[in-house]
């Protein structure tokens, strides 16, 4: 299915340290990605986004990596802090005749203090 | 600048009775879209309006599921009749243009429980 994930990944860290975060994603023809939190009870929040035609990019403590070659998405978290507990999803945009968002099944990320 | 405003926040119905979600966008944007959310998934498109026009709605179960969009502004989503399955999150997004280029803000969700 186009989203599936019957069982969350988890990633505990310790605080202080990075998170490094993957997706794998599909669809060789999507060009532009997206990662997004989402916090208990919450809609998911933009975090960073990165077209295809670049393989990284970085905002404030977050860095994101595209390899196109091998379909992978990454989001790096540096020193990451009790609040960066979240669950984390990656979403690619598929052209089908119309953009559409397609979104990955996340991981859930545990910060230890 | 205000959210998307989404009401109720939580909803419990039995198998086969209706229930309808309200979606509030933020003002001015054109796009806004419905996704389903089930527990451990990420969320999927329900259906995505440009305005008060449908652009997608391939995932919508037509059968069951009805979404309008009134004056582009507004939007109501309703389940007639609910089964089992349909027990999940539905969150609301909205933004400026198509999600091709333009960030989608969610709002909180409706958490919708099916017995």
Not at chain 1, 84 to 110: H, M, P, Q, W
Request: net charge positive; charged share 20%.
């Amino acid at each position: 299915g186009e989203s599936v994930g019957l069982h969350l990944p988890t990633l505990s860290v310790q605080e202080g340290d990075n998170s490094i975060i993957n997706c794998a994603y599909s669809n060789s023809a999507s060009d532009y990605f997206i990662w997004y939190k989402q916090e208990s009870g919450k809609g998911p929040q933009f975090i960073i986004d990165i077209r295809s035609n670049m393989d990284k990019r970085q905002g404030q403590r977050v860095t994101v990596l595209l390899n196109k070659t091998v379909k992978h998405l990454s989001l790096q978290i540096a020193a990451t802090q009790p609040g960066d507990s979240a669950v984390y999803f990656c979403a690619e945009n598929r052209n089908t005749g119309g953009f559409k968002t397609i979104f990955g099944a996340g991981t859930r990320l545990f910060v230890k203090a | 600048e205000a959210g998307v405003a989404q009401s109720p926040r939580y909803k419990i119905i039995e198998k086969r009775q209706s229930v309808a979600f309200w979606c509030n966008p933020i003002s001015g944007h054109a796009t806004l879209y419905w996704y389903q959310q089930i527990l451990g998934q990420g969320p999927k498109l329900l259906i995505q309006f440009q305005n008060n026009g449908v652009v997608d709605d391939s995932q919508l179960p037509k059968d069951r599921f009805s979404a309008e969009r009134l004056k582009g502004v507004d939007s109501t989503l309703k389940i007639q009749p609910a089964k089992l399955e349909d027990s999940a999150v539905y969150l609301c997004a909205s933004s400026l243009g198509g999600p091709g280029f333009y960030e989608q803000y969610f709002g909180p969700g409706t958490r919708l429980t099916v017995t």
